[in-house]
């Protein structure tokens, strides 16, 4: 299971990564990994390994969380990154993954769409739960969930470097009272052009 959470400071748009795998075989990893977008404040945050270079999209923030960085700075660019990097971290996806990735993309955009902090936890299949709960008075829908991932499939589907992802295919269910329940997605692979330009294959 990985467990992201935002805390969404006023100088910056914080993700806290909380990894640990539950009955998987291979080395544990777990720990808490930090993410802040670059021109926001980075606290002092003394005996943490922290990598002060900016990270452009999942990739990049992914190759940073396993060379063993505690603390990321993230270009802004696609507000789904942090949490694919963390899938990329926690259970070694590869760009094969393409289910995985899109679920995580759709659960990325679902956290950065929400106003108050929530928890967000993620399954190796790119399923996820999204839960608002530990906020006082801030009840989370799947129709609030929805209406913030609207916008950004205008266009009927969501591309990024790593995975093009069908609005047609994300699936929600409120589980609780503010816990919503998003489904594995599907995902469809990408390659670039020769133009540079990232495309559906």
Do not use: N
Not at 23 to 41: D, E, I, N, S
Not at 46 to 54: A, D, E, K, S
Not at 76 to 95: E, K, Q, R
């Amino acid at each position: 299971m990985l467990r992201i959470g935002t805390s969404g400071t006023a100088s910056s748009a914080d993700v806290v990564i909380c990894g640990w795998r539950d009955g998987r075989r291979g080395r544990l990893r777990t720990g808490v990994k930090l993410v802040f977008q670059a021109g926001g404040g980075v606290p002092d945050l003394p005996g943490l390994r922290v990598c002060r270079r900016p990270a452009r999209g999942a990739e990049e923030l992914a190759r940073a969380l396993c060379e063993g960085f505690d603390v990321v700075v993230a270009e802004p660019g696609d507000p789904a990154a942090p949490v694919v990097a963390a899938g990329l971290w926690h259970y070694g996806w590869t760009a094969g993954d393409v289910g995985p990735l899109a679920g995580a993309t759709v659960a990325g955009l679902a956290l950065a769409g929400l106003r108050a902090p929530c928890v967000l936890e993620v399954r190796a299949d790119g399923g996820a739960t999204i839960d608002g709960g530990s906020v006082p008075d801030h009840e989370v829908t799947a129709a609030d969930v929805l209406a913030g991932l609207a916008p950004r499939f205008r266009s009927g589907r969501y591309r990024t470097p790593v995975v093009t992802v069908p609005f047609a295919s994300v699936r929600l269910a409120q589980e609780a009272c503010s816990r919503v329940r998003i489904a594995p997605c599907a995902g469809e692979p990408v390659y670039l052009a020769p133009s540079g330009r990232v495309q559906s294959v």
